[in-house]
T-cell receptor, first 114, second 115 residues
Framework: DVKVTQSSRYLVKRTGEKVFLECVQDMDHENMFWYRQDPGLGLRLIYFSYDVKMKEKGDIPEGYSVSREKKERFSLILESASTNQTSMYLC?????????????FGDGTRLSIL | AQSVSQHNHHVILSEAASLELGCNYS??????LFWYVQYPGQHLQLLLK??????LVKGIKGFEAEFIKSKFSFNLRKPSVQWSDTAEYFCAVMTGSGNTGKLIFGQGTTLQVKP
C-alpha cells in the first residue's frame, strides 16, 4: 500500500519565520504535489514536481517555494510565514498521468501562523 | 479556466436515505474524474475513479458515480447511507499536459448522517 508521510500533523509558527514542511513517499512515484485545504475552497494546488529537481507552479504559488533533491522527498517552504498561510497542507504523490493511477495523500499538516 | 463545482456544500441525511452529490466540471479536453472522501481526522482516500470505458463507475463502500459527458457531470450516488458515511467528499478532475496529472478539486461537500 502507498504510504505518503508528512513530518508533522500540527505545527505552530510565528509571522516572518521560514517554515519547512516535509513529505516522503515510499512508492517510487514520479509526481509529487503540495495542496492547501481551506473550508469552502476545497484543495488548491501550490506546487508540483514531476521529477527530481523539477518543479512547476500550481494555482497559488505566491509566498511558497519547494525543493525536490531526492525522488522520495518533496519539501514545501514558506519563505516568510504570514497569518494568511494558516491552513491544512496536504502532500500527494502519483505515477505519471498516462498510467491511469490516482494521487495518494498524506495525513496533512495543520499549520498555524501566529 | 478549468474548474470543478460541487453544488451542495452541506448535506444532512438520515440513515438509509439515498444520496446524490452533484459535480460539474468545465474542461474541454479528455478528463479523468475522481471522488475522494475525507473521514474526520483521516487522510483523503479515493472512493472511485473514471478513466475510460463504462461511464457508470463503482467504488468502495457501495458508492457509484456516473460520468455524463454531455452534461460535464460526475455525480456521486449511494442508495442507502450509513452513519459511518459522515465525512467530507471532494470531486476532482485530472488535467494537465504531459505526465503531470494535476488535480482540480471542487469545494467539497460535508455529509452528515444522523443515526
Amino acid at each position: 500500500d502507498v504510504k505518503v508521510t508528512q513530518s508533522s500533523r500540527y505545527l505552530v509558527k510565528r509571522t516572518g519565520e521560514k517554515v519547512f514542511l516535509e513529505c516522503v513517499q515510499d512508492m517510487d512515484h514520479e509526481n509529487m504535489f503540495w495542496y492547501r485545504q481551506d473550508p469552502g475552497l476545497g484543495l488548491r494546488l501550490i506546487y508540483f514536481s514531476y521529477d527530481v529537481k523539477m518543479k512547476e507552479k500550481g494555482d497559488i504559488p505566491e509566498g511558497y517555494s519547494v525543493s525536490r533533491e531526492k525522488k522520495e522527498r518533496f519539501s514545501l517552504i514558506l519563505e516568510s510565514a504570514s497569518t494568511n498561510q494558516t491552513s491544512m497542507y496536504l502532500c500527494a504523490s502519483s505515477r505519471p498521468k498516462g498510467r491511469n493511477q490516482p494521487q495518494h495523500f498524506g495525513d496533512g499538516t495543520r499549520l498555524s501562523i501566529l | 479556466a478549468q474548474s470543478v463545482s460541487q453544488h451542495n456544500h452541506h448535506v444532512i441525511l438520515s440513515e438509509a436515505a439515498s444520496l446524490e452529490l452533484g459535480c460539474n466540471y468545465s474542461y474541454g479536453g479528455t478528463v479523468n474524474l475522481f471522488w475522494y472522501v475525507q473521514y474526520p481526522g483521516q487522510h483523503l482516500q479515493l472512493l472511485l475513479k473514471y478513466f475510460s470505458g463504462d461511464p457508470l463507475v463503482k467504488g468502495i463502500k457501495g458508492f457509484e458515480a456516473e460520468f455524463i459527458k454531455s452534461k460535464f457531470s460526475f455525480n456521486l450516488r449511494k442508495p442507502s447511507v450509513q452513519w459511518s458515511d459522515t465525512a467530507e467528499y471532494f470531486c476532482a478532475v485530472m488535467t494537465g499536459s504531459g505526465n503531470t496529472g494535476k488535480l482540480i478539486f471542487g469545494q467539497g461537500t460535508t455529509l452528515q448522517v444522523k443515526p
